[in-house]
């Protein structure tokens, strides 16, 4: 990879964190952004669908079934609007699960760049098997990017 895509991912990856401080959820706090041609076209965080309470986990702190990922409500959104996702990139600050990975690859997502590889990888397994380019940006905090 490049030296220019490598700062453009890290750029973007840092504005998926910011956006990831939106989420109500205390367990884990997931942000995504959809970037097709060097513009945001859509983003996402984790929480429950739109008018139901702000709380994502239950009395024993486990995660509400209804609560969507990041990634699923950014998908979700470039849906409702009159943009499309096909060849796009995924930005999201944790690896997405299988049942995420399905959506991306509908939604003609090219590429995902992942900050945070989560315990269970069949997500990134799936996306790798249908041809789907996948970046791992782990533990890249930089405050400043090289000019």
């Known amino acids: ?21 939106n989420s109500y959820c205390k367990r884990r706090q997931v942000g995504a952004l959809l970037v097709k041609d060097k513009m945001i076209i859509s983003d996402g965080y984790n929480g429950t669908p739109s008018g139901f309470e702000n709380d994502c986990e239950d009395e024993d702190f486990m995660s509400k079934p209804y609560v969507l990922h990041a990634e699923a409500n950014a998908i979700s959104k470039i849906a409702r609007s009159h943009n499309s996702s096909d060849g796009a990139t995924l930005y999201v600050t944790a690896s997405p699960c299988i049942e995420c990975a399905k959506l991306i690859i509908q939604a003609g997502i090219k590429r ?28 890249e905090i930089n405050e400043h990017d090289e000019k």
């Open 1 to 21: 990879m490049d030296k220019k895509q490598h700062l453009l991912d890290s750029r973007y990856m840092r504005m998926a964190r910011i956006w990831a401080e």
């Open 112 to 139: 995902v760049v992942y900050n945070e590889k989560y315990r269970i990888m069949d997500g990134i397994e799936l996306l790798e098997r249908a041809g789907i380019e996948t970046v791992c940006i782990e533990n």
